[in-house]
């Protein structure tokens, strides 16, 4: 089967997180045809409420090298005024259109198609992949909970490619080597309620904490490495408890979200949110923390992935840590990974597609990283 196919399938799978609609079962039967090993698990979670299809796949039986490639099979909602059916893979004017194409069913196919042709020849390592259902809504019953279990199993790879739409412009022209971490803040302000026209006698829950606002959102972070963007503070939300013009809210809250590089982790964040709140009273915080960050130091895993990339497109990719977190953030606990795939000018857009070609020299530059990874 080929690339445009195995899309084909995986478009006609309405795998919008957390339906699965026989997604990873074609991912499954194409690896295991192949002489994969392959296991489908399933993890749900703690109340029973979510349940998530994920596949384990190996092929190899040498503990030498280890790659692992990560990808999910979930994709968000279609949404509104698309100009085809999302779910139907339409091929129009050299590009493939669908829900998921690019994020990241098309990365998905792309590897899994050039690890089936790698296999063909004899090699020295292993070849694993970790493929999950819950991406696009927080990974709990996907890679984290697959990540567990491959602990527990003793499959840990030594390095991991994720598939992820990495590439910006055209494809090959950016690396993700790891990304910034995040971590989601809610400010808690509470004040005492009152007429506005009696300024003595209430507290203005709102007034205090728009000025925390203020103060938190100039802080001077620390940046001292050119590894990742600076670290920058975002308020995203601002919620009182009142919609009368002459009332003084004793409630207000605010959401914030910090993206951070390696110069902070989400404790030393807590330190310093609580620390610019000590004049202020009535302030209490809650944090939802969300990843740390991460950056691959692995030179010669970097180098490999590139070269593959110029010789295929003949882009010198630029190594970046910018751009949203991915599953990256939890594998990198255990191994170091690397980032790369196809453009992501339409992920998560109406009309979401690829360039049926930039499908095919993906498949390409995965073939040539094999090689390179295994030295054959
Ligand atoms: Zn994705």
Not at 12 to 36: H, N, Q
Not at 45 to 74: E, P, Q, W
Not at 216 to 232: M, V
Not at 243 to 266: C, E, K, W
Request: net charge negative; hydrophobic share 35%; charged share 25%.
């Amino acid at each position: 089967m080929d690339i445009v196919s195995l899309c084909f399938d995986l478009i006609r799978c309405k795998s919008v997180t957390p339906a699965d609609d026989g997604a990873i079962d074609c991912v499954a039967e194409f690896l295991s045809a192949a002489g994969f090993e392959t296991r489908v698990l399933t993890f749900t979670s703690a109340d029973g409420a979510n349940s998530v299809k994920n596949l384990f796949a190996r092929y190899g039986n040498s503990g030498k090298k280890v790659l692992g490639f990560i990808g999910h099979s979930d994709v968000v909602p279609a949404g509104e005024d698309w100009e085809v059916d999302p779910f139907a893979a339409i091929q129009r004017d050299g590009y493939l259109i669908g829900r998921g194409v690019a994020d990241m069913k098309g990365g998905l196919a792309a590897f899994c198609c050039a690890a089936v042709e790698f296999v063909r020849q004899p090699f020295d390592g292993t070849i694993e992949f970790f493929i999950t259902g819950d991406e696009e809504i927080g990974s709990q019953e996907g890679i984290q909970s697959l990540i567990e279990w491959a602990v527990e199993n003793n499959c840990i790879p030594h390095n991991c490619l994720i598939g992820e739409p990495s590439s910006d412009v055209r494809l090959g022209d950016r690396i993700y080597i790891g990304h910034r971490g995040s971590l989601n803040v809610t400010v808690n302000s509470q004040g005492k309620q009152g007429h506005s026209a009696y300024p003595s006698n209430y507290k203005n829950s709102l007034i205090n904490l728009c000025r925390y606002i203020v103060r938190i959102s100039g802080y001077q972070w620390k940046h001292d490495n050119e590894k990742f963007p600076l670290t920058n503070l975002e308020a995203t939300m601002l919620f009182t408890n009142n919609y009368a013009q002459n009332v003084v809210p004793d409630f207000s809250s605010a959401n914030l979200n910090i993206r951070f590089g390696d110069d902070y982790t989400t404790e030393k964040l807590k330190v310093v949110v609580q620390r610019e709140a000590e004049s202020f009273s009535g302030l209490s915080f809650d944090f939802f923390p969300s990843g740390e960050a991460y950056c691959c130091d692995d030179d010669n895993l970097k180098k490999k992935l590139s070269s593959s990339i110029e010789e295929i497109t003949g882009v010198n990719p630029y190594f970046s840590t910018a751009g949203g977190t991915s599953d990256g953030r939890f594998m990198a606990r255990h191994c170091s990974v690397i980032e790369f795939g196809l453009p992501d000018a339409t992920i998560h857009q109406k009309d979401e597609k690829v360039k049926i070609e930039d499908l095919k020299n993906l498949e390409k530059i995965y073939f040539s990283f094999l090689k390179k990874y295994f030295e054959c």
